[in-house]
Structures are given as C-alpha cells and as structure tokens.
C-alpha cells in the first residue's frame, strides 16, 4: 500500500495542501519530508495518525479531540482529508463525514519523534496490557510521547520465551530476535571491531528489577543505559520494526525524525537500513528530516520521493511534486552552498535547466556532477555569483556571434551548440545511431526533409516568440561584463538558411516537429544513450 497523492485542507499548518506523487513512474518506496523546524512536516504525520484512529474507529467524528482546535487550521471551517493510494484505494474525511473505501486496519504505523528513552525503568511484566495487533499503546497526537519501547522488550521477551519452551533451537532463536538486529547494526555502525555494536542478550523485568539489555561494544560488554543517545534510538527503532512488522505487512509507515543524535554517515546507514530491509516493498516509508545524510540518500535512490516544505506559505493553497533529484537547492536546507562545494571537491559541478538534469547525469561524464536549475535564468545566476559552480543552458534564440560572446564573457557558463536538448536528442545523426543500434532503418534524408518542412509550416509561429524570447535573456541586460546583441535580422538569416546544421542551431525541436513519425514513441533517456549524444555533451563542455 502507497499513497500517491495526500490533500489537506484547513488541517494543521495547511489552508490547501496536496502533495500529489502521480508523476512518478512507480510508486515511491520512501517519502522524504525535508524543511527547516517548524515547516509543517509533522502536520502531514498528525494526518495519517489521524486516518489511522478513523479507519481503526479508535476516534469518534464527535469527541473533543476531533472537534478540538488541534486539527482546525480554522475553527470555522471544516476540515478535510483525501489519501489516495496506487491500488485504487482511498480515504476521505471532512469531519462529519467519513468514506474509507476498504482502507484495513492496519494501513497505517507511525512514530511520533518523543521516543526517547534514557534509561529503563519498568521492574515487572505485565504492568502495562497492549494489543500489539491492534497497536493501542501508540500515542494519540504527534506531540504526545511514545512509551512504545519498553512494551516492545516484554513482547520480545515473551516471544524468545515461547520459542524456548516451544523446543525451538538457540540458533533459531537468535536467527528470529537477536541476529536480525546484528545484522542491521553492522550495516549502520560498519563491522570493524572499534565501531562494531552487538546486542548479546535480552532479560525482561522480573522480581522487582528493571530488564536486562546486554550489548558488546567494541571490546567491552555494556548495558543499555551506557549506550549514545543515537545508538540508543537506532535499537529503539529496530527493535519496534522487529516486533511489530508482522502486523503491518502492508502499510504505509511514518516515523518522525528518526535522525536524531546521529551522524551524517549514521543517518544515511540507518535510513537505507530501514527502508531496504526493514519495511516490506510493498509498503511505503514516510519520514521528515533536515539531515543531510537522510537527504543525500533519498537524492540518490531511484524509488525515493523527496518533498520540499521549506519556504512556502501554507495560508494559500500548495501543491508539492517531487523535487527533481540532484538538486542543488534541497542540499541547502542541511548544509550552506560553500559547504556543498566542499563536499564534492574535485568534481565539476554543472548546474542545468530543470528536467534536462537527469538526461546530462546519465552521460556519467568524467568527474562532472549536474544540478537541477530551475531555469535559464537560475542557472545564470547561480554561475554569475558563486565561483563553484558552472552552468550550461540551452542556446535557444542566439547568433553564433552573440554565443562565442557570452562563452568569453562568463568563463562558468557553457551553451548548446542547438536550441535545446531537444536537438540533440532528435538530430538525424543521434536518431540514425539509435535506430541503427536496434536494427531498424532509418531514413535519414527523409527525416531532414521533414524537418525542413516543418520548418517551413511553423516559421511564422517561431517569428512571433523570437523577440520575447531574446528580452529574457538575463546576460542581454547585465551592465558589466557586456555582451554582443545583434540584431534579431541574423537570427531569421540563420532560420531561413538552406543549410541544415546553420538552421537547426536556432529550430525549437522541443515544440515543433513533434507528429514526425520518426520521433513517435521514443523514450528520451534511450536517445541519451548513444555515443553520438555523449560525445557532443562532451564537445559543448570543452567550449
């Protein structure tokens, strides 16, 4: 169970939010909420936990603390929830009135960030009754605690005890509680002796002592009490997966700033941990930080969504989609521009126009990183004022003259030889490799003269957008250093040329020649594949 879009209006934070997931190609395994303290991420977490007391009927449409103001952005207003999930499932409340289209109990488990516990304190059994089925001891709000922890032990506790009498041998016994959580550490903490955690045995509360948690960390056997605040979390966490997942095998899980007391390098070992092999794959993990490690991590993973609350305004309506990964920008709310460079010292970073991003990173171009621009205009920017970062935009409307002058005025920035990506990817020398490559023919003469005549329909079109175009060229305006600007004459010389290499420089493939059947059903990442395109790529960054 994956939810692909989450609307809610006059909750929490939100006037109107909805963070729709629909663009991406597969549902997303992991949810990353990133945003400075205080930018709503756990009002999305109040949401599920509310669905979760709906669906479980644990809340009542009419009880004070669904009539309270703690989820009414407006007391005056209802509000409203919409989960929608990949398997055609959904979930809608707006108060009164509740529509749970076959949403199961156990859809939903969360964790509020109030988890810590600094030292046991239980000295008997059986003090406390839970359903771990039914998952009542969790908390009611996000800012209430979660007291789940010592629960967890006796339930372990009780289970190895089953097992024992149950004639089950040590090795499965440490196989099914105790090797589950080695192993994890090993993966977080790293296996070298100095480093290496392990958990050694497990004894419950009993004749008025508090329970017995035994750890060897490097050379030495400790207690728990003895260990880190994020050690301390990170078995936390385990040790409630391990005894609760049997529960939740189709899920959507939300675990609020798991990150706590750990590293950079701990917290991206631990959210990796937790998500390939601690949360079954057809459930979905939604979790919030500011971290970098659990940022570099979902920056990095293919089925991993990252949602940027960071400087919105959440009093008029938002809608969220995934940022784009390799983006720049999502490092910023964790470490400083300065700090990024340092990160990848040795490495060219190249920041590109938005989408073209991830065509330019598949390329795996020599000691070269590229990050995600919003637009021209951004990458411009962004190469003008920080003297770590190149850019490379697209040519667009510009004489050669005009190209060669801004390449030498801006030694950061580097333009395409053609209008767009576009260009490249449809150019009939990249489409004859390609087809070619799949042993299919290609004619490339046909396809030239089919531009050419789309060329020919469209050249009005493409005069009206010429001069608009050119006016938003951000280095057009710059006082210093000044750029050639010819006039927009050349660029129409250039367009109405017989030769096809001068025209196509300056033809807009991205909007025009689309219906050409030899461009029809053809996926751009495959174009960005072929030695031709790379070796171009490669060429324009030489300038």
Same mark, same amino acid.
């Given at each position: ?152 032990? *006796? @339930?372990?506790?009780?289970? $190895? /005890?089953? #097992? &024992? ?6 090795? !499965? ?57 994020? *050690? @301390?979390?990170?078995?936390? $966490? /385990?040790? #409630? &997966? ?6 939740? !095998? ?294």
């Amino acid at each position: 169970m994956k939810i692909t879009k989450l609307e809610l209006k006059n909750f929490k934070r939100f006037d109107d939010l909805t963070i729709d997931l629909t663009s991406l190609a597969e549902p997303a395994k992991l949810v990353l909420l990133i945003g400075t303290n205080g930018s709503g991420k756990s009002s999305v977490f109040d949401a599920f936990e509310y669905v979760n007391k709906l669906v479980r009927s644990d809340i009542k449409i009419n009880d004070d603390l669904s009539k309270s103001s703690y989820y009414n952005k407006n007391t005056k207003k209802k509000y409203e929830i919409d989960v929608t999930f990949n398997d055609d499932r959904s979930f809608h409340s707006n108060f009164f009135l509740v529509n749970n289209n076959e949403i199961p109990d156990n859809a939903f488990y969360g964790r509020t960030s109030f988890r810590q516990v600094p030292k046991l304190t239980r000295t008997a059994s059986g003090q406390v009754s839970v359903s771990f089925e039914k998952d009542s001891d969790r908390p009611k709000t996000f800012i209430d605690y979660d007291n789940r922890f010592e629960n967890d032990i *006796e @339930k372990i506790s009780s289970s $190895i /005890l089953t #097992d &024992l009498f149950g004639q089950n041998s040590t090795q !499965q016994i440490l196989e099914s509680y105790i090797n589950p959580i080695n192993r994890a550490f090993e993966n977080i903490f790293g296996a070298e002796d100095g480093l290496r955690i392990r958990l050694l045995s497990i004894k419950p509360p009993l004749d008025g002592k508090i329970a017995e948690i035994l750890f060897q960390k490097g050379n030495s056997n400790i207690q728990y009490d003895y260990l880190s605040s994020g *050690e @301390k979390e990170i078995f936390n $966490i /385990l040790l #409630d &997966l391990l005894v609760r997942k049997e529960y939740f !095998q189709d899920a959507v899980y939300f675990l609020d700033e798991i990150d706590l007391h750990l590293n950079t390098a701990l917290q991206k070992n631990l959210l990796k941990e937790i998500t390939e092999n601690w949360v079954p794959n057809i459930c979905q993990l939604w979790t919030a930080s500011h971290s970098l490690g659990f940022i570099e991590y979902a920056n990095a993973t293919e089925n991993a969504a990252i949602i940027d609350f960071d400087n919105l305004n959440f009093d008029v309506p938002q809608v969220i989609l995934p940022s784009t990964k390799n983006n720049a920008d999502i490092f910023e709310i964790a470490v400083s521009k300065e700090f990024l460079a340092n990160i990848f010292e040795g490495k060219t970073l190249v920041f590109s126009e938005n989408t073209d991003t991830s065509l330019y990173n598949n390329l795996k171009i020599k000691d070269t990183i590229f990050l995600v621009g919003r637009n021209k205009a951004d990458v411009f920017f962004k190469t003008k004022n920080n003297a770590n970062y190149n850019g490379l935009i697209d040519r667009d409307y510009l004489t050669d003259e005009e190209r060669n002058s801004v390449l030498t005025a801006y030694k950061k920035l580097y333009i395409l030889d053609y209008y767009s990506i576009e260009n490249y990817l449809y150019h009939p020398d990249n489409l004859e490799e390609f087809y070619h490559s799949k042993g299919n023919e290609f004619d490339k003469t046909g396809y030239m003269a089919s531009i050419k005549n789309e060329r020919k329909l469209v050249r009005d079109k493409i005069l009206l957008g010429i001069l608009r175009a050119r006016e938003s060229y951000s280095f057009f305006r710059e006082e210093k250093p000044k750029v050639i600007r010819t006039d927009e004459e050349m660029i129409l010389q250039m367009l109405d040329a017989d030769d096809f290499e001068t025209f196509y420089k300056v033809f807009p493939a991205k909007d025009y020649g689309t219906g050409i059947k030899e461009r029809q059903n053809l996926n751009p990442a495959d174009l960005a594949k072929t030695k031709w395109f790379k070796a171009k790529i490669e060429e324009v960054l030489k300038k």
